[in-house]
């Protein structure tokens, strides 16, 4: 039933663009959106698949705000929205995880577009809310989160169509994640996919998109150096909490509005490897707790707001399970002309090792 209202509706969407008008304007100032999602919990594990019990459904109700050029990063990005999300899922199983939500900032690219319809890559995150999480005694059938408050990531590829000279109509296939980063254990994490169909509706006035203005970008070179760090667990699940924490420098090398390369250093302190290293006979000085290495990676920066990914490759680190290699997820937020917060998920893999919540200065300002 749900294939034949989402084919319904793309027919309709393209007979009405057919009367849409050129789209050299935004649509208006901002919009409110609707979208309606099914889909499936994907189990990414084989300990989960026991966690599959039902299809996903789910409404999220978008505010949206349009960009018409004002600045280069507009213009470089084809006048992508932003907006914020709120999202709610059943997702076919409320004994033992429960229907979850969540609120997330997003922001929406155009890839290929014309007149008459768009192709997008949708981008956000934020909170999400887990009613049951793991318990020793009360859902021990829950091995897939350990926490109620998760971080929520969510990514989909959108087609777009213009239906009125306020309305877009669009359908969208997408995944959305939660995890908490190894604060808690356990943290194998939910993995949800669904079909979305949706409308935004647009207010306020339509603005002329801004296209023959002279990018003033310049090519430039900088330097940063952040603190961070959270608390994990390592399992058996719910055992103690550790600190670990990051000191991290970097040069940065900024080569479009768009794209910035990254080498740099990091020392990891990680109070957790300190009962690892004890059991297997490792453990010999108080340094044995600190990692050190080198990274190289690229951000993808959108104004104020940065992301991206790192590679690292460990140059000293007594505890060896982990690998040679590591990887951290990159957001930063400028909130002054050197200061930045960030919010990076360091992993070994797939496998999350800590938060990086803290600050960080730069030499320059973007």
């Known amino acids: 039933m749900m294939k034949k209202i989402i084919a319904i509706f793309i027919l309709c969407c393209i007979a009405r663009s057919l009367e849409a008008q050129s789209v050299d304007s935004t649509f208006g100032s901002w919009g409110i959106g609707i979208n309606l999602h099914y889909g499936f919990l994907i189990a990414h ?10 299809h996903t459904t789910g409404l999220e109700v978008n505010y ?4 018409y050029g004002k600045k280069d990063w507009q213009r470089a990005y084809h006048f992508p929205d932003v907006g914020i999300s709120f999202c ?29 319809v768009s192709f997008n890559f949708r981008m956000g995150c934020g909170l999400g ?7 020793q005694y009360e859902n021990y059938k829950n091995d897939a989160i350990g926490s109620h408050v998760n971080a929520l990531i969510n990514l989909r590829f959108l087609l777009q169509v213009p ?12 995944l959305t994640h939660f995890s908490n980063g190894s604060a808690r254990t356990p943290n194998l994490g939910i993995n949800i996919t669904t079909a979305s169909i949706g409308l935004n509706k ?15 970008f310049q090519k430039k070179s900088s330097y940063e150096l952040f603190f961070a760090g959270f608390i994990k667990q390592i399992y058996p699940a719910l055992g103690s909490n550790y600190f670990a924490g990051t000191i991290s420098g970097n040069y940065l090398y900024q080569s479009s509005v768009k794209s910035e390369w990254a080498a740099g250093l990091d020392l990891f302190y990680d109070a957790s490897l300190l009962p690892k290293l004890e059991n297997n006979d490792l453990y010999n000085t108080q340094f044995d707790v600190f990692r050190a290495g080198v990274h190289g990676g690229y951000h993808l ?19 060896k399970e982990d690998g040679l290699s ?33 600050v960080g200065w730069r030499s320059a300002g973007r």
Not at 93 to 98: Q, V
Not at 129 to 135: A, L, N, Q
Not at 310 to 316: D, N, P, Q, T
Request: net charge positive; aromatic share 14%.
């Open 88 to 116: 709610y899922l059943n997702i076919g199983n409320r004994n033992t995880i429960g229907n979850v939500g969540g609120i997330y900032p997003f922001i929406n690219f155009p890839i290929v577009f014309n007149e008459k």
């Open 202 to 216: 647009y207010f306020g006035s339509r603005t002329v998109l801004i296209t023959q203005q002279k990018d003033s």
């Open 45 to 54: 594990s084989p300990t989960m698949l026991h966690l599959q019990t039902g």
């Open 326 to 358: 590591y990887h951290r997820v990159v957001m930063n937020q400028k909130i002054s002309k050197h200061m930045f917060l960030c919010l990076n998920l360091k992993s070994h893999y797939a496998k999350a090792d800590f938060i990086e919540l803290g």
């Open 301 to 319: 920066v959108v104004g104020d707001f940065t992301t991206g990914l790192e590679i690292g490759i460990y140059v000293y680190d007594k505890w």
């Open 129 to 135: 809310y887990v009613p049951k999480p793991f318990s």
């Open 64 to 67: 949206i705000k349009t960009f």
């Open 163 to 174: 239906i009125s000279n306020s309305m877009i109509g669009h359908c969208a296939l997408g």
